[in-house]
């Protein structure tokens, strides 16, 4: 169902208005198992969840933002504060979409009691419907943990953004045998602590398969398999705005050339003063004739 926008003539801004749109649950998605694949992409600002909101289940506000928005060179430096700000911008953005946000490097590794505090804060700050953590086998309790006091969580297991600097690099995980099964052991850990969803990313297609027939929530894959039951991309990589992208990446349209091509066109009119044209003026004055 589209969202209608209407037109907030105090601050000349387009807001969503549910039209009538009812957001999706936490428990929906996890009733989403084996059904239509669910529709999960990034989000980091509201206007962008404006965007996005009436075509997904899910907008996930990932610590990718320390890159796409920060310029960051690893997700590690994301902060709960970031975190906190922009799942509040995307929350104020949506009205459909199960909105969740990662917990960052070194908010919840060092047990429950951690977890719980910076989880809690991440839901009270925002609005959110949940947080996602990455790991496995390991953070099987402090997963139970947060869901027994009613914090919904989303696992992430396979390749790990934040323990990049543990694994040695970005490619795909499960080639050997030992790889596989760990990885195969630590969704099941987490689906059976309590996971109302879980990513999959940068796994071998078997495994990703694999982990989708084991575990009882539903996966969501990023360079996982078409057999996962749903599928998420960094927004800004789906739309083209970066010039090298993972494997998994799909362009669904190229935008970066078509912005740097409205930014030189906009650079020419300012230079040759064709713009602002008169249209673009208000109460423009009859200038009289030098001379006259």
């Not at 320390?66 to 060179?73: A, F, M, N, P, S």
């Not at 099987?140 to 919904?152: K, W, Y």
């Not at 969501?220 to 800004?236: K, R, Y």
């Not at 990446?249 to 230079?271: C, E, M, Q, T």
Request: charge should be neutral.
């Amino acid at each position: 169902m589209s969202t209608t926008f209407t037109l907030d003539t105090a601050t000349s801004r387009a807001t969503p208005t549910p039209a009538p749109m009812k957001r999706l649950t936490v428990p929906g998605i996890a009733r989403a198992k084996g059904g239509t694949p669910l529709v999960m992409l990034t989000a980091y600002t509201a206007r962008m969840a404006q965007l996005l909101d009436a075509h997904c289940d899910l907008l996930l506000v990932g610590d990718s933002l320390g890159q796409v928005i920060y310029g960051l060179d690893t997700t590690v430096r994301v902060t709960l504060d970031m975190m906190c700000a922009h799942g509040a911008a995307v929350v104020r953005g949506s009205y459909h979409s199960v909105v969740a946000v990662d917990l960052p490097f070194g908010t919840y590794e060092a047990g429950p009691a951690a977890a719980f505090a910076s989880a809690a804060r991440v839901l009270r700050e925002t609005g959110c419907a949940a947080v996602k953590m990455e790991g496995g086998a390991v953070l099987a309790d402090t997963v139970r943990f947060l869901v027994e006091r009613g914090i919904p969580v989303m696992g992430h297991v396979g390749l790990t953004p934040q323990a990049i600097n543990a694994l040695g690099g970005y490619g795909a995980r499960g080639k050997s045998d030992a790889e596989f099964a760990k990885i195969l052991s630590d969704a099941k850990a987490i689906a059976d602590a309590g996971a109302f969803a879980m990513v999959v990313e940068g796994v071998v297609e078997p495994l990703a398969r694999a982990i989708t027939e084991a575990v009882k929530c539903p996966t969501i894959g990023i360079g996982g398999s078409p057999a996962c039951d749903g599928q998420v991309l960094v927004v800004d990589d789906m739309l083209g705005m970066f010039e090298r992208t993972p494997r998994f990446v799909r362009r669904f349209d190229d935008l970066a050339p078509r912005i740097d091509a409205a930014a030189a066109a906009y650079a020419g009119a300012v230079r040759d003063r064709s713009f602002p044209a008169a249209a673009e003026l208000y109460g423009v004055p009859q200038h009289p004739v030098a001379g006259g």
